[in-house]
């Protein structure tokens, strides 16, 4: 009976230990584009060195572009104080793709802005709306995701990329 407990508890434990290990993620190696229809795979921006966010969205979501305005506000300041990247990056169809450079300049954003139209890193991501942020510390590694927008999202973003900055 005693015999039977242990195994149970190592068995446990060791699940426990392999969960943990696989909590750490990363961004997968998948190729998506950038507004000039040059392919380039997602995983440079892991590798980069920075504080990376990747915000998911589309021309026709306005929660999405709600989201990227208010952060296009924060943004030089965060890439000042705390060396961050943003890469918006569309899920607009290829026939959609023709509505976003236009939409981009009008906004007058500032960010990385790739195109992922076959929704390749979407599904290698596994998320179903939009928008979806995702944080990169430092060495690629995912470290938060949120999806959805409401005012005020941008600050709890912003407080995550400062603990990440270490400030």
């Known amino acids: 009976m005693k015999k039977s407990i242990l195994f149970s508890l190592a068995l446990a434990l ?11 993620k990363t961004l997968p190696s998948v190729e998506v584009k950038t507004l000039d229809g040059q392919s380039i795979d997602i995983k440079t921006y892991a ?16 929660p999405c572009k709600k ?11 965060w890439q000042k104080d ?20 236009p939409m981009v300049e009008s906004k007058g954003w500032t960010y990385a802005i790739l195109s ?10 596994n998320f179903q709306t939009i928008p979806q942020t995702f944080v990169l510390d430092q060495s690629g590694n995912i470290v938060y995701n949120h999806n959805g927008y409401v005012p005020g999202d941008e600050y709890e973003l912003e407080d995550t990329i400062k603990k990440l900055a270490g400030k």
């Not at 980069?48 to 979501?61: E, P, V, Y």
Request: net charge negative.
């Open 14 to 24: 060791s699940f426990a230990v392999q969960l943990g290990a696989q909590s750490t």
């Open 47 to 62: 590798d980069n060195g920075k504080i990376t966010i990747l915000s998911f969205w589309a021309t026709w979501c306005s």
């Open 67 to 77: 989201e990227l305005d208010a952060i296009a506000d924060l943004y030089p300041d």
């Open 82 to 101: 705390y060396d961050v990247e943003l890469v918006a990056v569309t899920i607009d169809t290829q026939r959609a793709l023709a509505k976003v450079k």
């Open 116 to 125: 992922d139209p076959n929704q390749q890193l979407r599904n290698a991501l």
